[in-house]
Structure formats: C-alpha cells, structure tokens
C-alpha cells in the first residue's frame, strides 16, 4: 500500500460541483484513485466568506464529500480531508512563506484578478472592499497543501496550473537549499480542460451562474440545456457552423456515441439541424451520465453519518502523515531547538540563517 505513489489534489468549499469540474478533474480523479494512494482535499482555510458568511462554508464542506460520493471516489481507498482540521498546513505555510519571493504573488494575473475583483466589485452595486492578507497566503498554503504528503501527482483543472509550478520551485528550492524530502510534483489536467458555461461563455463557473451541476435533477438538466446558448441565430434549416456552437462541444464532451455526433456535425454543416434536435440529444447524454452520480448520492444523503466517517477517518489519516512531513521539515530547518542542548553564543555557526550542525543550506 505504502508502494503507491500519492495525489494530493483539492476543491475549495463554495458550492456543489458541476460538469466543468468532473470533465476537468474529478474524472481523473476517479480513474486513479485505485493506483495512487490519494488524498483529496476540501480547503476550506482558502475560502474567502468566512466574514460573510461561515454557515455557507460549513454546508460546502458537505456538498463536497456528496458530490464526491457521488461520482464514485471511494472514502476507504482515498482520504477524504478537511484542511482546517489538519493545522500543520498552516503551519507549513508560515515556514515557507519566507521562501516565497512576493514579486512572485504580486505578479500572479490570477490573484491580481481576484484582488482587484473585491476592491471594485463588477456589479457595480457592492461597495469595494480592502483586500484581506490571506490572499498572499493561500497560493503558499496550496504549495504546503501538496507538498505535506510529499505528493508526485495532482489532477487539477487548467487554473490550477500556475500554482503546480509554484510548488515545483518551492520543493526544488527547499530540496537543494535543506534536504531533499519533497517530489517534485506533476500536474495532470482532465479530458476537457475548460468546459464552456451554459452562456457560451468560455468558462463554467458558479460566480457566472452558467454551470450544470453534478445534483441538479433531471429535469433542472433538460430545463438548463433547453436554454444554451447554441450560437448566432439561425433558420431552421439553414446549415451552420459547428465551431460557432457551443453544443457540440458538450456532445463530444459527454455523449458516447461518437459517430453520431461526427454525422450530426456534417449534416449540421450541410443541411442544418434544429437546436432542439441538438438539445434533446445532449439533454439524454447528461442524465445518462448523472444518473448513477443522483442514486449514490441519494444513498448517501439518507445515510449522513456515513459522509461524517469518511471525512473523519481521511481527515485522521491526513493527520498522521502531516505529523511525518512536519518532523522531516523540522528536522531540515534545524528546528528542533529543545532536542540539543546547544548555546548558539558559544557555537560559532558557519552560516548566518538558519545555522547549526544539522544545516544542509548550501549555495547562497
Ligand atoms: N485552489 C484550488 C481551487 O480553487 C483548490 C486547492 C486548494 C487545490 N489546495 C489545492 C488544488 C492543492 C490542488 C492542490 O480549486
């Protein structure tokens, strides 16, 4: 079991999960989990409501753990945690934010984006707020988030990227400069990097209110489809240009039958096909493919204890080998100052930071 290698790899407690995060992420998710030892995280200390609201984050972390029921991971193989219930990921991040130049952050576009989101509020109705300090600590807290199990690989969604490569530097930095405990982790980004919103928009995403989400009822699905956006307005039968409607790429996203699809495609270009031709299709390819997430999920929601222990027990688990990192971190830094009995005035100490017999930091 130890053999395996691990994933880490997280979603932040906002809201149920939709089509844009199975296709992106969690399909993978599923698919490895019986190869990899996995730990999949609900990070709930890089929300930014607590202020706000903290009933909404609470009732997230459940959404979460169901929707991950749901479609398939299974809470005895993987461990299912809950980030605030294991500290030392905050406390890795104290130690590794000084490693972290903060040009790096302050050059961010994502984070820029979000900060500049909260200072002038798009709506033009919210009054803008001061950006909170935790938007410099949470892209360090999800270096720590990865690197505390000392994962090799984390399938994410495109975003999510930047910071994978943020970890990379971070691990191979901390490797050369103290001891080398940290793989150097990979990124694995799903089938469909980014799924387009119900709008048309290039994103799904809930902020934007244009997602399909992985509970939402059959008939909420045929509802949502019966809305999409399918491109410029058309005749009937007028031909049109498969790239100019956004419901072919859910269709070679979620129906099967792939054939059919390559013929509707041509006969689209051709001669035309309705919309709601177009629609009913996928409408019946989604619920095919929810169907099963709605019944677990079911299951689970007449059986709530069960998701406790599952996030209980991943959370436990999560634990043990946070305490493992934290020694092997502790004992790199040189940390463990009670251990040896060592007057640093009467020691000379070959290196100004961090100095002392167990110090690796080489170079400059
Ligand atoms: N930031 C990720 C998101 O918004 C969630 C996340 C937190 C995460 N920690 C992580 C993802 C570590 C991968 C690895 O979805």
Redesign the pocket.
Known sequence: MSERKRI?????P?GPLHLG?YAG?LENWVRLQNEYECYF?I?DY?VSDYADDISRVRNAVWEVALDWLAVGLDPESSSFVI?SLVPEHAELTTWLSWFLPLGMLERNPTLRAEMAAIENPEDGQTKGKSVPVAFYN??V???A??LMPR?HL????E??LP??EL?RETARRFNREFKPIFPEPEGLVGRVPRLVGTDGNAKMSKSRGNTIDLKDSAATVAKKVKAMYAGPPRGLDEPGKVEENPIFLYLDAFDRDTSTVAGLKEQYSKTGVGNKILKDRLTVALNELLDPFREQRAQYEGNMSLVREALEAGTNRARVIAKETMEMVRDALDLNYLSKFRVAALTPSPSPDFAGEGSRRGGK
Request: charged fraction near 10%; proline fraction near 7%.
């Open positions: 880490l790899t997280g979603i932040r906002t995060h992420a995280l990070a890089q980030e949470y892209p807290m999800q270096v988030n990865i994962a984390v399938p994410v969604g975003d999510q910071h994978i970890t």
